[in-house]
């Protein structure tokens, strides 16, 4: 029902498939048979749904996406279709049916402006979830689910950016930071006998200025830090008011305080750059520190482990009370 949250509502009319975005002043659709209602990143915004995507903590953090959370009446569901991302699907409340099929080239046509469906397909897992039964489906495999009976579904979804979108970003990134790009140039220029033709060394010398600036994979690792440290989805932020002084961070830990960081919220470092955090698309330099850094983006939570350091190192303490004071990390 709020503009910021992501949610769908998905049905049929006869035949043809439906959707509907939010936000919603009415879910009447949802007292009949047939409908779903999604609602996506809502780790975002409800603490006590983090605990379950801490369970997945066992993969890299920079490669989980959200939590999305729908409700299907009976029969309802999206239809079948495939996902460009791996997915695990945690069963809640009620029953579903789920058909995997084979990974393999199947058409792919619009249902509705909103739903992307596929052609129909063989089964190689037809099932039945139960409360707490997961499924997991691979990136590329087709699947459909149908509510047995009032079903929750909690989805945890993986990030896997393709060409056009790494290389649309990467772009992006070079016209805002690099005021002084290089040009191409001829290294040498003859006179042409075929002048529409475009040589081979002259083809060579456009491909070496357009891989100029990402030659080595540590060369991306400022744009990559930030682009994949942005939040997809919209986050509760809000930065403390008045702000914080360092002073107050350490009587809040030493009270006992727990830092929890907020929902949704990336943080990451590499290890070929240890110094260099990026959070929530944003470059922290943490150096002399970097044990604080990585424990960061390590933990969802901070404490008492690290009051010994804060008192010895300011730095730390400094980029530790910003981080409050941004509103990404919170006393609780």
């Not at 949610?7 to 959707?19: H, I, M, N, P, T």
């Not at 960081?261 to 943490?286: E, K, M, P, W």
Request: proline share 5%; hydrophobic share 35%; with cysteine.
């Amino acid at each position: 029902m709020e503009e910021e949250i992501e949610s769908r509502l998905v049905f049929k009319e006869g035949e043809q498939w439906q959707a509907e975005c939010g936000p919603f002043t009415t879910f009447e659709k949802l007292e009949h048979e047939g409908a779903s209602l999604l609602i996506q990143a809502v780790d975002h915004w409800h603490g006590e749904s983090q605990g379950l995507v801490r369970c997945f903590r066992f993969l890299p953090n920079w490669r989980i996406d959200d939590l999305m959370i729908s409700y299907s009446t009976p029969q309802g569901g999206v239809g079948p279709h495939i996902d460009n991302y791996d997915v695990f699907i945690i069963q809640g409340l009620g029953k579903r049916h789920w058909r995997v099929g084979e990974k393999s080239e199947l058409h792919e046509f619009a249902a509705h402006g909103a739903l992307k469906h596929c052609e129909s397909f063989a089964a190689i897992i037809d099932v039945e979830l139960e409360p707490g039964d997961i499924l997991y489906i691979p990136c590329g495999y087709p699947h459909e689910g149908y509510a047995i009976e009032p079903s929750l579904n909690y989805s945890v979804g993986f990030r896997a950016p393709d060409q056009n979108d790494l290389l649309s970003s990467f772009t992006d990134y070079n016209i805002d930071n690099n005021a002084t790009p290089e040009r191409y140039t001829d290294r040498v220029m003859q006179l042409r006998e075929r002048p529409g033709q475009i040589e081979t060394q002259e083809l060579r010398e456009l491909h070496r200025v357009m891989l100029a600036n990402c030659q080595t994979p540590e060369a991306l690792i400022p744009w990559f830090g930030k682009m994949i440290s942005e939040a997809k989805h919209e986050l509760d932020i809000a930065p403390v008011e008045p702000a914080l002084e360092n002073e107050e961070i350490l009587q809040l830990l030493e009270d006992g305080a727990q830092f929890i960081r907020l929902g949704g919220l990336r943080a990451v470092y590499f290890q070929q750059a240890a110094t260099s955090l990026f959070i929530n698309g944003l470059h922290f330099d943490c150096t002399g520190f970097k044990e604080l850094g990585h424990h960061l983006c390590d933990q969802d939570e901070i404490g008492s482990e690290v009051i010994d350091l804060l008192h010895e190192n300011h730095g730390a303490l400094t980029l530790f009370t910003e981080l409050v004071n941004n509103g990404y990390w919170y006393a609780e």
